[in-house]
């Protein structure tokens, strides 16, 4: 595995170390420190910032997507980031040097702001606040087909020779017995706030049991909605029955996460429900980043590697605090209730699109190297056999490919 450097290219495993770096800390930060404040200051109309958020967060993810564009030059790494980090990041020299390197942001945001307030009357500069309103239900579809596409991927390395998949029956029913089991615990945790159920309202009981009973009933649809998908498909059974069952788990997850928001348990506090989602954004953007990565690495595009990655992930990072914060400022609601909103799209986004998933997963690939040591061994001129086994072993996956004649 490839080191992740300074010169723009990055894989799959080190897109993480990337993220890690100190040299582009004080700009993740800032994207936590930023949206908050102004969550807060939507929500409380503080100097006309309902207005002007929505600019305020167009600006900053414009001016971040700006960076990634031009962070592979030279001139981009030393404005953007600071990587004399030798003396660690417990030291002034390093937080003098970090945070300066947001100068160059907090100016050209501020100028596409001042820009924008000159050349756009309130009415017009409100509207920013819709079109975030509507790209959070965009961001969450979006969500929902990232987190699929990951496990996807993980598919694609397990996969092996066609293998039936078990569909129906008594499978379709075990595997959803198995998930009610799994979300037990959390229900109990989430739902009762790891408190005896006997003390619980008669009402908070039927809510929760009604949620195990649900995702009882959502496994053995699911399993019914992709029968003709996973029997038709000739490829490994094994791994489309184990994709099939992670993409159940992280929509019903999600189900949770919105059963969790609604007016029966808003009783609970909504700091931990913060973090959580600070943390599922961060997966879904580091999903769609990595995505970008890797194909701008085979594309030759040095604007989606590295550091640039770091900043494209910041970008939407700022859209979507900004859509969240928007919607919840137009509704009038909690942030709860938007956040609800979004598990509940993602959740039906992962069930709906999962037997396309499935069909993503596709037959073990056969590389182009592999394919030209195939054809000579065909054509050489050694007498046939009655049955020849040769095997490739590629150098960058644990694929085996047969031919047989």
């Not at 606040?129 to 990951?150: E, H």
């Not at 890797?294 to 604007?303: A, L, Y």
């Not at 909690?334 to 992962?350: K, Y």
Request: with cysteine; glycine share 10%.
């Amino acid at each position: 595995m490839e080191r992740a450097g300074w010169n723009g290219q990055v894989d799959s495993g080190s897109l993480l170390r990337v993220f890690a770096s100190p040299s582009t800390l004080p700009h993740l930060l800032s994207l936590g420190i930023v949206s908050g404040f102004l969550f807060v200051a939507m929500k409380m109309d503080l100097f006309g910032s309902e207005i002007q958020g929505g600019i305020i967060f167009l600006s900053l993810s414009a001016s971040y997507f700006f960076a990634a564009i031009i962070s592979p030059s030279r001139i981009g790494k030393w404005i953007f980031t600071f990587e004399k980090v030798e003396d660690g990041v417990l030291n002034r020299s390093y937080w003098f040097g970090g945070f300066s390197r947001l100068i160059p942001i907090i100016v050209i945001a501020g100028s596409l702001w001042l820009i924008s307030n000159i050349t756009l009357v309130d009415e017009q500069l409100s509207n920013a606040r819709i079109l975030l309103a509507v790209l959070f239900i965009g961001m969450s579809v979006l969500q929902g087909v990232s987190l699929s596409y990951g496990w996807v991927l993980y598919a694609r390395k397990i996969h092996h020779s066609p293998r039936k998949s078990k569909v129906g029956g008594v499978f379709s029913i075990v595997r959803a017995v198995v998930a009610a089991i799994l979300f037990a615990p959390l229900v109990w945790w989430f739902g009762y706030r790891a408190a005896d159920p006997r003390n619980a309202s008669f009402t908070e009981n039927i809510y929760w049991i009604s949620f195990i009973i649900m995702v009882i009933i959502i496994g053995v649809f699911l399993d019914r909605y992709t029968k003709s998908v996973r029997e038709t498909l000739e490829i490994d059974g094994v791994a489309i029955d184990r994709v099939f069952f992670l993409i159940f788990i992280t929509s019903c997850w999600h189900l949770l996460g919105a059963w969790r928001r609604s007016p029966v348990a808003t009783g609970q506090s909504s700091g931990g429900m913060l973090i959580e989602e600070a943390i599922l954004m961060s997966i879904s953007i580091i999903l769609a980043v990595w995505s970008m990565a890797k194909r701008g690495e085979r594309g030759g595009w040095r604007i989606f590697q590295g550091q640039s990655a770091v900043f494209w992930g910041i970008g939407f990072g700022f859209i979507y605090a900004g859509s969240i914060s928007s919607l919840t400022a137009l509704s009038e609601g909690s942030l709860l209730t938007t956040t609800a909103i979004g598990h509940a799209i993602t959740s039906i986004v992962m069930m709906a699109i999962l037997p396309v998933c499935i069909t993503w997963i596709g037959k073990p690939e056969i590389r182009e190297g592999e394919i030209q040591l195939i054809e000579e061994v065909v054509r050489s001129d050694d007498p046939p056999m009655a049955r020849r086994s040769i095997q490739v072993q590629t150098k960058s996956e644990d694929d085996v490919v047969e031919l047989l004649d």
